[in-house]
């Protein structure tokens, strides 16, 4: 088995599918599709994940979306491609690397704590203010928008 990700530059429509499963609102999703860096993860040619990084200041690279297909989840995919994002991250020279995500997620914090990020901030109503049609999972309600973050050392 061999396992490649690869930074995607054009045509970065075709990853619309994947991009939804972790940011459900199509137009938010095409308003930054086109900045940053994408990367696809393959397994012998199949695509089973996708990672969106875009910069949120000068010293700060953010995961703006991260997805592995849903057949595919826990085969540390996810994990791989938050180490290509701390690897990329320090190459470009940035000193940290910051995600935000919904409160309404199971087991999500639980990933990015053990990918070595740690709570750093909540914005409320984030994705209330923010998204036309109101987000449920896991029969709550996704309002607020969590950060977490972790220096690249
Ligand atoms: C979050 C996501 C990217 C994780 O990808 P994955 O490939 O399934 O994760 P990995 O297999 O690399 O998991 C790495 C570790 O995190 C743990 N983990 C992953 N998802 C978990 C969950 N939902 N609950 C608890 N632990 C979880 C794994 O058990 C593993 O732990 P280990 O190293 O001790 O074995 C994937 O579940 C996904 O695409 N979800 C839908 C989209 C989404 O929510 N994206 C994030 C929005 S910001």
Redo the contacts with the bound molecule.
């Keep these: 088995m061999s396992t490649e990700i690869l930074e995607i530059k054009h045509n970065r429509e075709k990853f619309l599918d994947?991009l939804l499963?972790?940011?459900p609102e199509e137009a938010v999703v095409l308003a930054y599709l086109n900045q940053g860096w994408l990367f696809a993860l393959y397994e012998d040619g199949e695509l089973?994940?996708v990672m969106h990084l875009i910069e949120h200041d000068a010293r700060t690279l953010e995961?703006k979306?991260?997805?592995?297909?849903?057949s595919?989840?826990?085969?540390?995919?996810?994990?791989?491609?938050?180490n290509q994002a701390k690897v990329f991250g320090k190459q470009q020279g940035y000193r940290t690397l910051l995600?935000?995500?919904?409160n309404s997620?199971?087991?999500?914090?639980?990933?990015?704590q053990?990918?070595g990020f740690r709570f750093k901030s909540v914005i409320r109503d984030f994705f209330v203010v923010n998204y036309k049609e109101p987000i449920f999972e896991n029969g709550l309600q996704c309002r607020d928008m969590v950060l977490l973050d972790q220096e690249l050392d």
């Design positions: 994947l499963l972790a940011d089973y994940g995961i979306n991260l997805a592995v297909k849903e595919a989840h826990g085969k540390g995919y996810g994990m791989r491609l938050i995600v935000g995500t919904g997620g199971a087991g999500i914090f639980t990933f990015y053990k990918a």
